[in-house]
């Protein structure tokens, strides 16, 4: 059924009563906005310090916003998180000038430096000044020289006595309003890991007085509330948090669930989605919050991910997606990928495509405008949102300096279930935003399931074409938000073993029969390598015996040499045992020429098709629907 106008009316009323009161408030501006606050410590025992600021000549006393530097010490804050991103600000925003500010406490005497540098890393002394004595001082920028690349930092020598700093802070001319902003944070059977992000932010006071809402949508079993950690917090946000329940409907639907709550309760109010396994650095909430509320136009704005296991290692500057080739996460040029940053600062500005929802700032206006995300359960969502947003005229800043700690991604075996939602969404989206080439799509798509037949990857390539299939139906596969998908992925990979991860020290093979065989460099003629590795497989010239491949060694070109492969997991918690099987190759070579086939002829019209019924997918009338909210 339709919502008529009033009904929908009615219902943002009500939303808008039973959301916290600080999300309904108006806002007004101190005379001057932070824009980032001077940090010296991290989150957590596992981060380096000196991603926030270097010490050398004597051992430094850090706390969260305070250093203290013994006599003859010095400290400078040109790292990941103590440099200020000057030129993000003089492109993005209404910024022209900075302010460096920190409270000093001298013991005789300090010299502070503003520094700044270029695109090529040129290091240039800005302003700077001897204390004497203990205050507040002060160093002023211009925003004038920055737009291709640079930083600014601030630099301190502890002269012939000890040395204080706190309360430092970059700030600027706050606009007439202060947008409010809300976190959402979306999880599925990740109570702990949840609970732990809630109480990050509940951790830091300016922090929490800043967000006007929280809501939690917990979509498990279990359950976040039962967590003792989130029940301690929980008074902690007041009238501040919402915890909601609901089926799962994958990130897109608890994620939505976020826009849609906080749409619904103010129409100007900001969103910044946020993922429940991260380890939440809470300056980072503050340093996007405050770039929204000065950018030229409404911009989405990302945070950064550092790798979680490697926690000194950004996972890629700035990413855009190819839509023609169905990838995203594709590194920008120039932009930093899988790189330490003790070792390197990114001083270019590179313009993102997109940001992951690991964590970004979606403005109200987007909202207004191009409505809620797809209901596509998992994986794409947020790229679908992102480009929709910029065919609207909203751009994607992924803000340097401002990040979390996500789980690394080259931990995660790609033969697993996501890849059904990885094929099938990538086509939705790509069929939504651009004009598909039928015969190119089809042909990389079959030389991708040669190589994972070769490979041995029989449920791998079941899944794929699963996806495909499933895209071939039209729209009508999203009615139920995935949930039915979700369970048929994981059921029918049930179906081929290979699939299966079983302990390394109890394998269901003979470990003594274990032959390791290490793979030599990548052949320079892969088709050709491919083509004999195919012939090899189906003709059963092939190495017999039970051999064992490392992770980094899992190639196609080198598993496709064998017949009988234990191979280690990409998480190195267990290993796969890989057969060949010509019967089955053969019946998933088939299927595979049949769906190619119909997906070359039919794709023209889905494009259309699924075009067509965005204006009905993204309709809070069928997130309602979903959710099971009845909006009469």
Not at 31 to 58: C, H, I, M, Q, W
Request: proline content about 4%; charged content about 25%.
């Amino acid at each position: 059924m339709e919502q008529s106008a009033t009904q929908a009316v009615t219902e943002s009323n009500d939303r808008r009563e039973a959301a916290p009161a600080s999300l309904r408030a108006e806002h007004s501006a101190p005379e001057r906005l932070v824009l980032a606050r001077g940090v010296f410590t991290g989150p957590s025992a596992r981060v380096n310090d000196e991603l926030y600021a270097v010490v050398k000549g004597g051992a430094a006393i850090r706390e969260r916003l305070s250093l203290h530097l013994p006599k003859g010490a010095t400290a400078h804050t040109n790292t990941y998180f103590g440099r200020f991103a000057a030129s993000y600000w003089q492109r993005w925003t209404t910024v022209t000038e900075v302010v460096a500010s920190a409270q000093l406490t001298v013991g005789n005497k300090a010299n502070v430096r503003l520094v700044a540098s270029d695109i090529a890393g040129h290091r240039r002394i800005i302003a700077s000044l001897v204390a004497t004595s203990s205050g507040v001082v002060s160093l002023t920028a211009p925003l004038d020289q920055y737009v291709d690349g640079g930083a600014l930092w601030l630099e301190f020598d502890a002269i012939g006595g000890e040395l204080d700093i706190t309360d430092l802070a970059w700030t600027a001319q706050a606009p007439e309003r202060v947008r409010p902003v809300a976190i959402a944070i979306c999880t599925f059977n990740r109570a702990e890991d949840c609970a732990h992000t809630v109480a990050a932010l509940a951790s830091d006071p300016t922090v929490l007085a800043a967000i006007d809402a929280v809501y939690v949508v917990d979509q498990g079993t279990d359950l976040v509330e039962n967590r003792p950690l989130f029940q301690r917090v929980r008074p902690d946000f007041g009238d501040k948090l919402r915890y909601i329940r609901q089926p799962n409907l994958g990130g897109a639907g608890g994620f939505t669930r976020g826009l849609y709550e906080v749409s619904a309760a103010n129409e100007h109010a900001d969103v910044i989605l946020m993922d429940d396994d991260i380890l939440c650095e809470p300056e980072t909430v503050l340093r996007l919050q405050a770039f929204a509320n000065l950018t030229v136009e409404p911009t989405l704005v990302g945070a950064q991910m550092l790798f979680l296991l490697n926690p000194d290692y950004l996972n890629v500057g700035a990413e855009d997606v190819h839509l023609h080739e169905l990838k995203h996460g594709q590194k920008v040029p120039k932009a930093l990928r899988n790189t330490s940053m003790l070792k390197k600062n990114q001083e270019r500005r590179v313009d993102a495509g997109y940001n992951a929802w690991w964590t970004c700032l979606i403005p109200a206006e987007v909202v207004a405008k191009i409505g809620l995300p797809v209901p596509i359960f998992f994986q794409w969502d947020d790229v679908e949102y992102g480009v929709r947003a910029r065919e609207h005229g909203f751009v994607t800043v992924t803000l340097p300096n401002a990040a979390v700690w996500h789980a690394d991604f080259y931990w995660k075996d790609y033969d697993d279930w996501a890849r059904y939602f990885s094929t099938r969404n990538s086509l939705i989206v790509a069929a939504l935003h651009t004009d598909l080439d039928g015969k190119a799509i089809t042909r990389e798509f079959f030389r991708y399931i040669a190589e994972h037949l070769v490979g041995m990857q029989y449920g791998l390539v079941h899944t794929t074409l699963q996806g495909i299939e499933d895209f071939l139906k039209g729209p009508k596969v999203l009615r139920d938000g995935g949930i039915d998908a979700l369970a048929a992925a994981r059921a029918t990979r049930n179906d081929y073993p290979e699939t299966v991860k079983h302990p390394a020290a109890t394998p269901p093979v003979n470990s003594a029969d274990i032959q390791v065989r290490r793979a030599g460099g990548e052949p320079s003629r892969t088709t050709l390598v491919l083509i004999k590795r195919a012939i090899g497989q189906w003709t059963g010239r092939t190495q017999h015996g039970l051999i064992g491949v490392t992770r980094e060694d899992a190639h196609w070109w080198h598993i496709g040499l064998f017949d009988h492969v234990v191979v280690t997991d990409a998480s190195q918690s267990g290993v796969r045992v890989r057969i060949r099987d010509k019967a089955r190759a053969r019946a998933l070579l088939i299927r595979t020429y049949r769906t190619l086939r119909k997906l070359r002829k039919e794709l023209p019209a889905l494009q259309a098709e699924y075009r067509a019924a965005v204006p009905e997918l993204t309709s809070r009338e069928n997130w309602a629907r979903l959710y099971g909210i009845d909006p009469s």
